[in-house]
């Protein structure tokens, strides 16, 4: 059938293929879509509530509120460009957040040889060489990226479970009559990992003359985590603008506790769709791993004939795209 002079086919499979590489850019791009749609409508409610109390009220506007409202202006500038690099931060910065005291260079490195390991296994167990090149490419590149992540992703979650004790501590102090930087010594001290370790490099930068609320902030971009960010917003607004500290901090950590508790019953009700999502995930390779110690013969063309190579390479990258939905599907923010 001819459609404008070309095959109705080639038009139909052209079509299928922009809209899979449509909603593919959509997944990817979804949480950014969503982050920035949620930021404008924070910002127009915030905007319409100001007016409309400007409307109501012809007294002026006291300057520490003005004080609040310029550092609030400060604060949403600066996590602007923050927030462009705690989606996606270099390796440098990962290695940090991570927790992991190596340099760019040894993580190179290590890269390297983790994936000359990977090419001698595949030569040793005779595997084809596009299936050794894959290895080496997978522990070259694909491995210690993955440790660092899961390092990076352990070292935050252990982060935000001890943050709400160590900001609950801050508040007695404070209460108690101990200045701020006193509480924020014994956490360093008393805390324990990470919390210990990241507020003392907030003690560190405070003892070469750093103000508070930078060295705070910086806070941000070692944790990237939106609890972190909350705690140097408090502390900011209060060295800039004063207030009632205790009663602030005391409410970002019923906040930081609710959060927790809300991150916990989500994990509870997403746990059966992740138990069916891992099971469906590694049924196509334990089926196969069954297949070949029963009947080696029958499975063992997929790895020598080049047909059942390329039927490897697109099972696997169907497989890929399919966890990736999965897992796109029950990951949920707060």
């Known amino acids: 059938m001819q459609l404008f002079g070309f095959d109705a086919t080639i038009l139909a499979l052209v079509a299928l293929v922009g809209f899979a590489v449509a909603g593919v850019a959509y997944?990817?791009?979804?949480?950014?879509?969503?982050?920035?749609?949620?930021?404008?409508?924070?910002?127009?409610?915030?905007?319409?509530?100001?007016?409309?109390?400007?409307?109501?009220?012809?007294?002026?506007?006291?300057?520490?509120?003005?004080?609040?409202?310029?550092?609030?202006?400060?604060?949403?500038?600066?996590?602007?460009?923050?927030?462009?690099?705690?989606?996606?931060?270099?390796?440098?910065?990962?290695?940090?957040?991570?927790?992991?005291?190596?340099?760019?260079?040894?993580?190179?490195?290590?890269?390297?040889?983790?994936?000359?390991?990977?090419?001698?296994?595949?030569?040793?167990?005779?595997?084809?060489?596009?299936?050794?090149?894959?290895?080496?490419?997978?522990?070259?590149?694909?491995?210690?990226?993955?440790?660092?992540?899961?390092?990076?992703?352990?070292?935050?979650?252990?982060?935000?479970?001890?943050?709400?004790?160590?900001?609950?501590?801050?508040?007695?102090?404070?209460?108690?009559?101990?200045?701020?930087?006193?509480?924020l010594r014994m956490i360093a001290s008393e805390a324990k990992e990470p919390v210990r370790g990241e507020f003392k490099n907030i003690t560190d930068a405070l003892a070469i003359g750093i103000p508070l609320d930078e060295a705070v902030s910086r806070l941000f971009e070692r944790m990237p985590l939106a609890e972190a960010n909350f705690f140097a917003i408090v502390i900011a607004i209060q060295s800039k603008a004063g207030g009632n500290l205790s009663e602030a901090l005391g409410n970002l950590a019923r906040v930081l506790r609710d959060r927790k508790k809300m991150r916990a019953k989500i994990q509870a009700m997403s746990t059966e769709a992740k138990a069916s999502a891992g099971i469906i995930g590694s049924l196509p390779i334990i089926v196969m791993g069954l297949v070949y110690i029963t009947s080696p013969d029958y499975i063992t063309i997929l790895f020598v004939d080049p047909r059942g190579q390329v039927v490897l390479v697109g099972s696997g990258l169907v497989m890929a795209a399919g966890v990736f939905v999965m897992k796109r599907m029950i990951n949920f923010d707060i």
């Open 27 to 183: 997944s990817l791009l979804f949480n950014r879509i969503n982050e920035t749609a949620s930021r404008e409508k924070r910002l127009d409610r915030v905007s319409g509530t100001a007016a409309v109390a400007s409307k109501k009220s012809n007294e002026p506007v006291s300057s520490r509120r003005r004080s609040v409202q310029d550092t609030l202006k400060d604060i949403e500038t600066k996590q602007k460009f923050k927030a462009s690099r705690s989606t996606n931060p270099p390796m440098v910065l990962r290695l940090q957040q991570a927790g992991i005291a190596a340099s760019m260079s040894q993580f190179i490195i290590a890269s390297v040889a983790t994936g000359v390991v990977f090419v001698l296994a595949g030569l040793y167990m005779g595997f084809p060489f596009a299936l050794t090149v894959g290895l080496g490419v997978v522990g070259g590149l694909g491995l210690p990226r993955f440790i660092v992540n899961y390092k990076r992703k352990k070292r935050q979650k252990n982060f935000i479970d001890e943050l709400p004790n160590a900001v609950e501590v801050i508040v007695r102090g404070v209460k108690a009559g101990l200045p701020l930087n006193d509480c």
